[in-house]
């Protein structure tokens, strides 16, 4: 029943892939500079060490709901069909009762020793991923990981809140940086990986569009999330340093971005590269959160 079994990997890594670490990993590298910034410098290490366990807990929960749900999807894609509930390493059941524990235990560290804030929270992460995203989302519509993307967005207004206990208009700004981010992230990988998608019945955006259409929504979300970056300067009192690596990662991204419209115009000038941008998203991200973890630390 099981063909792609792998009876090499342990039980611990079987469970560790259920929670999606690199996904995870990701998620995390938000966390830490919005910390900083809520706390104008260094928000303590205890403090920090505690959110990263929990939003990591959390995390891994949301992942390995999602799994669970779509397990049935996961076997008909190449990109999906080894992970543990397809092949057969670990049960259904394992798979929900190890998603509900790490979920349970993410909400209740964080109201036991972060404060409730940030607790509320992470509840509100888990159930946007795995309900809006999963169950009511990502079958039903193109725009799945737009709306779906917010939970993707929640770890720096729970990493914003273990600090101060609230939100202020900086954390919201932060969101809507990772909220434009997603889809300029997302579909290129989708674009790679369409016919998986066209095979599984998922609507993702490049199934049911063309690449140009698709190129130019990345586009258009891309050039919305430079705007986020910019508008965090003056709401969040960003120094150069900032200013200058948001500045440049921005004309660096757009340009792949832009490289990747033109391919989709004229495609005899060869292939689209959509993962150039995927992994330039990534590496956009990573550059603007140093630079937001970097400029609160420094002396003006």
């Not at 397809?86 to 009762?97: I, K």
């Amino acid at each position: 029943m099981h063909p792609q079994a792998r009876p090499a990997r342990s039980k611990f890594w079987a469970y560790l892939a259920l929670t999606k670490p690199r996904i995870i990993e990701l998620l995390l590298i938000t966390t830490v500079p919005t910390m900083i910034v809520a706390a104008d410098g260094w928000p303590g290490t205890w403090l920090t060490l505690l959110t990263l366990v929990g939003g990591a807990f959390a995390a891994g929960s949301a992942n390995a709901f999602n799994m669970y749900i779509d397990r049935d999807i996961d076997r008909l894609m190449n990109r999906t069909k080894q992970r543990p509930l397809v092949t057969g390493e670990l049960t259904d059941r394992q798979g929900v009762v190890f998603a509900t524990v790490l979920g349970v235990v993410s909400i209740a560290w964080f109201a036991a020793l972060v404060n409730l804030v940030a607790a509320g929270l992470t509840l509100a992460a888990i159930l946007l991923y795995v309900v809006f995203y999963t169950l009511v989302l990502k079958r039903r519509t193109s725009q799945n990981i737009v709306w779906g993307g917010a939970a993707g967005c929640m770890p720096v207004l729970i990493g914003w809140s273990a600090v101060t206990g609230s939100l202020d208009w900086a954390a919201l700004v932060l969101f809507l940086v990772i909220f434009f981010w997603t889809p300029p992230h997302y579909w290129p990988l989708s674009m790679k990986f369409k016919k998986d998608y066209a095979r599984a019945g998922v609507p993702m955006l490049p199934v049911v569009a063309d690449d140009v259409r698709v190129a130019r929504q990345i586009l258009a979300y891309g050039a919305a999330m430079v705007a986020a970056t910019l508008a965090l300067i003056p709401v969040a009192g960003m120094g150069w340093v900032y200013t200058a690596a948001a500045v440049v990662a921005a004309a660096w991204f757009l340009g792949i971005c832009v490289r990747l419209y033109r391919r989709a115009l004229h495609p005899e000038r060869g292939k689209l590269a959509a993962m150039k941008v995927f992994h330039g998203s990534i590496t956009y991200l990573t550059i603007v959160f140093v630079a937001v973890a970097v400029d609160p630390m420094l002396p003006y």
